[in-house]
């Protein structure tokens, strides 16, 4: 049986189909992905897991929470995290909560390399009462507002932040 010119064109196709597509395979095997850069920011609980946290205060008594951060974002990252005790309410027309006030319990510069992770507990101290959140901002060290924006506005310009609700007594 004659072979076509039409069949012959098709099986080249094919052929040429069949080795680009090994081509993709083999460099989508052998080209790691990229990944979009994150820093993770979490508390952890005195047992160093992401539960059993404390959430009523004495004043002028310490408690520990343990402060996480790992970074992924590709290289050397200096960070600033900021601490502060909230006083917070809730909005009822619109269910959200609203900064009253915010006095600021500490500040803790960490570098971090690619991939490494900083734990380490942060002993909260509140002098006063009040308060009803602590609220745990992570900067960029390059990115730390000045001290005019403050309140909500701190916490929204924060790169990342992590917060529990407490009581004071």
Known sequence: MATSGLD?????????????????VFYLT?????????????????????????YDLRVGRGEPVIMGITNHEGGPTPYVVEVFAATETINNATNRSQVVSMTRLGTVPIELSNGQTYEQPYQVVIN?????????????????PPE??????????????VNLWIAVH
């Open 8 to 24: 012959k064109l098709l099986t080249w196709v094919l052929l040429i189909a069949v080795v680009a597509a090994i081509g993709v």
């Open 30 to 54: 052998q080209v790691p992905p990229r990944e979009e850069p994150f820093t993770e920011f979490y508390l952890l609980g005195n047992d160093g897991i992401a539960e059993d946290y404390f």
């Open 128 to 144: 006063e009462r009040g308060p009803n959140k602590l609220e745990f901002l992570l900067f960029k060290a390059d990115a730390v």
């Open 148 to 161: 005019s924006v403050s309140g909500a506005d701190r916490v929204k310009a924060a790169y990342r932040n």
